[in-house]
């Protein structure tokens, strides 16, 4: 019956959601911030270790939706490794494809799982809302919103 | 004009009927029919609004109050009989109670502003409960800020009941200017003892206004009766258009009470010394009023009034216990608020699945309910909660309905099971 | 949806084309032909308008902004598709700067309480003019009597022109901070010279607030060219429907200022001891917005385009200098109001007969004008006059009509002399 | 052309508009009060002399259409002797007559010729204001206004 919602809820989406595998805060970390979805609730607060001026670790805790805390773990992976602005325009070209539904560049490998979100306009913000949380922590902002 | 459609002139309650009065009903939704869950938000509007609306524009439109040609005096004549459709509906004694406003919200905020500066001094309190929207509180916060008012909140219980003697202790020091409470729960479907919340803030020298977007939708309200001083609601919700809301203002209390806005219309003379105000209630309604909203109003309250409030409580007390029913036998959903005296608002959340998430499948499937805080962030972290699923009900909603709901609540679960 | 009137979409300036666009010019008044002179105070509506509302009220409707399902979204994109019309109109840079407010007397209220009161500080100064609707003179009295904000008024000159000069003058200690002039008279027809009035104001450091109430129905608008500040008017005079308003808030600005009124959707997040608020332009929409006016307001915005300013600007100027030249040569008939630059909106006085005499004769003729102070008073009292009769014009005004209205008032000279 | 209008433009309202036979301040009077008409501007300020406790003599300074002074004039005659109470209940069959264009009381005859103003709702506070401000006059109110 819900058949037609394999394209939002990817398994992937659904078993990240359920299960995130780096949904927990960081012991040591040099960057934190907390996402808010003003409307329904969703909240997540990112934490991120740097080493030699890279992301080499990134943990969150999120109470929020599957879409929300799927996206959240999938940055996790996908940000590893990156510069703060590699992090920044990957979740520049992150929107775009959570707008568009497309995006093919090899970076967003990990994170396309989270294309179907564009047929739902309303779930966008969910998507967004971790990358708003990691662009407030990597400017040294507390809290940001994604609304 | 304003003619109600036939089927609904005299007749019981006929569902079909009814739902034919809202073409929208018969949408497709991702191909699915619409099943629309969402009235408390925002309800669907009958033809006969429609048609008020668009004959005023088609044949009868000026600007009013001022005109001194045809077109005007009669444009004047049909947004005025909103006025008068709406103190009949509410049992007001008198017309110039009933102040025109663009929504709730504006109602609330008009009070805060005007009896909230005006009339009560700093020191004072307001009181309001745990199961707000925030339009009965945040302007209450602003005022707080501005002018030293206190702002007190009345606890609710665990089963989403207005707590009497926690309101009654909040009462006790007399400091309390205004008692400001919903009459029915936007989430929880509760409605509040409004006689007896009465009688106990005047016994205390308070006055009370009572929030009734959600209450005037489902049951009769006399505001002599209840012998309220404010009452607000909203016309979108009871069928009507968006920019319009009514605020029931008790003829003595209006004396007193600064305007709000000021600008056309609520005065009586300007200059650049000093103006003076016009008489209540236009002292309240600046600027050019809502006249297609007063016009379609009235057409959606002479709709509501030929159903009859009896049939509309009987057959929402049906549905909602259908409801109950059948929502409490799916496996790993709860029910948020458990009130005697209820309607029909229902709230829910689902082990596993986030309220989102479940109101996306279920507008997967054509139905159409709301999830997250619902305008009433305290209420939700009173209850422990992140959010919940509300299904609201209408005039035209049907068991059929209620049970694709919960048959679709069933896979949900399923889904993320 | 929304499709334009194929007699609308590409066409030059045809006049019984955009007739045939406003269904009410047809009704007969007591038996005559409605001339309907009375466009500034509010416009009639062409089709498009109401098969925009209508199709939303029959195929498109949920509440906006918090809804997960699909007529929500679709009714958000419909609602929020109005900001970007408006945004368009008025060349603002960013869709934020659009604030959709209940009309222009609602804008004015809020940037007296947001900027006035948030922003502005007691001892510094607001500017107004001699010729401003009430709507831009009491907020700013109410502002000054609970604020402590001085009010000073710029004069104009006989002819009904603002003296420049004398608002230099007010601007000179430095003191004023907001400059809030008219763009266009509601009573004289006169623009301002408004890029002369936001350089002047600019130089002095004083912020600009511009009515638009009735320049934007007759000439493009550039937010950006002017670099005005705030820019306000109201959906109903430009051939939209009531209930809604525009006001442009620049960019910049809008940190600094508070809301105005406090609600849903217009906060980040509530608790009782605190809220905090959404980002602008929502941080000033408190409640459920006017979302069939702003689906209707998106289709006058269109129509209004696809006529264009230019052919807009060409008849009125027509029609003007027609109207001017024929009530001109009727004795006793004098003219209020001569400014160099003018528009499509004409105030008279005739000897021996009062406004209200006159407009009830021509009413009798089916003529539809305004009489009184046109909720300017101190204009109104500074020209020395008690009220004054007012022929304004649409885009649907003929020739004809102007011809009508002259030979009638020759007619009730007749009657009163 | 405005045949028509004879209903509410009657000789005498044009007449008496134009030429008020009581349109003078009183040099002595006991109870005065102005009348005001916010919306469009209509002012009138009514004198009122009592003797033995009726009223001897009405007086008045108007700003208006010919409805409005015409029938402050027509009140001036029609109150003359009444007492205040009278005058009252004379102005109160006048606010019917207004709305209704019927009123077949003796006591109306004077005013009749305003009955055609039932015709034109929105010139029926023109005709009101003199008395609305007569009853402020009487009630020992300074202001009062017919909107
Ligand atoms: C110049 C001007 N400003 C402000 C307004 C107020 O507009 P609204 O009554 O729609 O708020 C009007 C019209 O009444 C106007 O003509
Ligand atoms: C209980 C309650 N109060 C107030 C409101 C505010 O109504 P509006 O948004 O129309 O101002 C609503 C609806 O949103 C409501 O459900």
Chains 1, 4 share one sequence.
């Not at chain 1, 040591?28 to 609730?41: I, L, R, T, Y």
């Not at chain 2, 009958?46 to 600007?63: D, G, R, S, T």
């Not at chain 2, 422990?384 to 069933?410: C, H, K, N, P």
Request: with cysteine.
């Amino acid at each position: 019956m819900f058949d037609e919602l394999r394209d939002l809820y990817d398994s992937v989406i659904l078993e990240r959601g359920r299960k995130p595998r780096n949904g927990t805060k960081l012991a040591v970390f040099d960057a934190e911030a907390k996402g808010d979805n003003p409307m329904c609730g969703d909240r997540v607060h990112v934490f991120v270790r740097h080493e030699a001026g890279r992301i080499a670790e990134l943990g969150f805790a999120a109470r929020g939706c599957a879409v929300s805390v799927a996206a959240a773990d999938l940055m996790a992976e996908a940000v590893s490794g990156l510069s703060d602005s590699e992090a920044l325009a990957l979740g520049n070209s992150f929107e775009k494809m959570t707008k568009t539904g497309l995006g093919d560049e090899q970076s967003l490998a990990t994170l396309r799982p989270m294309a179907g979100v564009a047929a739902y306009p309303s779930r966008i913000k969910c998507a967004m809302l971790p990358w708003v949380a990691l662009a407030a922590a990597l400017a040294g902002e507390g809290t940001a919103s994604s609304e | 004009m304003n003619a109600m459609s036939k089927s609904v002139a005299s007749r019981t309650f006929d569902i079909e009927a009814i739902r034919a009065d809202f073409p929208i009903l018969a949408e497709k939704i991702r191909g699915k029919d619409l099943v629309f869950l969402d009235s408390g938000a925002s309800a669907q509007k009958p033809v006969v609004v429609m048609e008020a609306m668009l004959h005023a524009m088609q044949h009868q439109y000026a600007n009013v109050h001022r005109g001194l040609h045809w077109m005007s005096e009669r444009t004047t004549e049909a947004y005025e009989a909103a006025r008068d459709a709406a103190a009949r509906l509410m049992n007001a004694s008198d017309r110039r109670e009933i102040v025109i406003t663009h929504s709730s919200t504006e109602a609330f905020n008009l009070v805060a502003h005007s009896f909230g500066r005006g009339v009560l001094k700093p020191g004072q309190a307001v009181v309001v409960s745990q199961m707000e929207h925030h339009a009965n509180i945040v302007p209450w916060q602003m005022l707080r800020d501005a002018h030293g008012i206190e702002l007190r909140v009345a606890p609710i219980t665990d089963a989403g009941e207005l707590d009497m003697d926690g309101l009654e202790t909040l009462l006790a020091d007399g400091k309390v200017g205004l008692v400001s409470i919903t009459h029915m729960s936007n989430v929880l479907g509760t409605y509040t003892p409004v006689e007896r919340i009465v009688k106990l803030a005047h016994a205390y020298g308070a006055k009370v206004m009572l929030d009734g977007s959600q209450a005037i939708v489902h049951r009769r309200v006399d505001v002599q009766a209840l012998d309220v001083d404010f009452y607000a609601w909203t016309g979108h919700k009871l069928y009507g258009p968006t920019g319009i809301g009514i605020l029931y203002t008790k003829r003595e209390l209006q004396e007193a009470m600064p305007p709000f806005m000021g600008g056309g219309d609520m005065i009586s003379s300007v200059s650049f010394e000093h103006s003076s105000w016009a008489e209540a209630p236009h002292k309240f309604e600046a600027g050019t009023p809502p006249i297609l909203e007063g016009i379609g109003l009235r057409a959606a309250i002479e709709y509501v009034e030929a159903i009859g409030y009896d049939a509309i409580a009987a057959h929402e007390s049906q549905l909602t216990e259908h409801a109950l029913a059948r929502l409490s036998d799916i496996e790993g959903l709860t029910i948020v608020g458990r009130a005697q005296d209820r309607g029909g608002v229902i709230s829910f959340t689902m082990d596993g699945a986030h309220a989102h998430d479940v109101a996306t499948l279920l507008d997967r499937q054509g139905i159409a309910v709301r999830a997250g805080f619902h305008c009433a962030e305290p209420l939700i972290r009173r209850l422990g909660l992140d959010s919940t699923s509300r299904a609201s009900f209408g005039v035209y909603t049907t068991m059929g309905e209620i049970d694709v709901l919960a048959d679709t609540l069933e896979r949900v679960r399923g889904f993320f099971g």
